[in-house]
């Protein structure tokens, strides 16, 4: 079995004062009280909105284009996963099961790079939906999409320079070479099969977990927690974010258009080789050539889709993301116990069963 990613220590900076959010719900069970949507219910009502605030342009239709996916109706698991780290990092601090106004806005950059990736990755995918409705670049074409990707992205690094935490910036800035770095793993693969699962769950990390560990850190720096904390929560959004990236390749192949809200079986379309067809390849090594010429023949996609639901790689895929999310469980029980700290327990329950 492939060895969980491992990653460096963090570090804390000096603890400020601050506005802090409390959760007022009142919630009648013990189980709805470790739900991550009732724990964050307060903050996440308003944080499409707040994005909006940040992102008001004179020019009509960059305002259109950027708040076109700050509609409320995503995941926000980016932003949820960012706020109960900050709840529970807090509670081992002592200073109780709240946030801080600037983890609340750690919250916000989260979700503007991810949504400002997603904008970009349309475009580089040619995709035509997203979320359920029509992608930015199916409305309003590749050049104003990449703009108003980039025009997200240049606010969110407005925000992160306003937070005045040199060792935040640093984190956070690491994103988006991360993010970068990905996208150009993406175009490559490897010869051998050990070191192309490898640099498969390198370019995972790069694209998808880097932004929660990072932010996870973040907040954690900004909650002025040790270093031992600080890599707890690194390490919990890492684990989380490659499961979640694990599940997501999963569903490519089993899930609907209808019900993921965006294009299914497009991986082997574009010609990426994501987890269940690198499993596959132990069974039906014919599969390597596929891989190397990107599924580009005719036939390939339609061949590797039947290689791969004959064998077990759809199962091996879950297993493994499970492995992930039990790493990010035993690094979260490092913590005080707390409700946020059993949501975040909660919330590796839900990235292992989403059907999107």
Known sequence: MYQLLQGPFGCHSNYSREKRYFCTTSIPSKQENYSPEKLTESE?????????????????????????????????????????????????????????????????????????????????????????????????????????????????????????????????????????????MQLGSKQDENERFNHYLQKTYKKTASLLANSCKAVAILGNCSTAVTEIAYQYGRNIGIAFQLIDDMLDYISSDKLMGKPTSTDLKLGLATAPVLFACQQYPELNSLIMRRFSEPGDVERARKLVAQTDGIEQTKYLATQYCQEAIRQINGLTDSPSRQALISLTHKVLNRLK
């Open 44 to 184: 996440l009502s308003r944080l499409c909105n707040d994005i909006k605030k940040e992102l008001n342009s004179n020019k009509t239709n960059l305002k259109d284009i950027t708040h076109y996916f700050f509609d409320g109706k995503g995941k926000a698991f980016r932003p949820m996963t960012v706020l109960l780290t900050a709840r529970a990092c807090n509670c081992q601090a002592g200073f109780g099961d709240q946030v801080l106004d600037s983890q609340y806005r750690v919250g916000m950059i989260a979700e503007m790079i991810h949504t400002a990736s997603l904008i970009h990755d349309d475009v580089i995918d040619a995709a035509d939906t997203r979320r359920g409705k029509a992608s930015v670049n199916q409305l309003w074409g590749q050049t104003q999409a990449i703009l108003a990707g980039d025009y997200v992205l240049s606010i969110s690094s407005m925000m992160l320079a306003q937070l005045r935490n040199e060792a935040v910036v640093v984190v956070l800035s690491q994103v988006i070479d991360d993010l970068v770095r990905g996208e150009f």
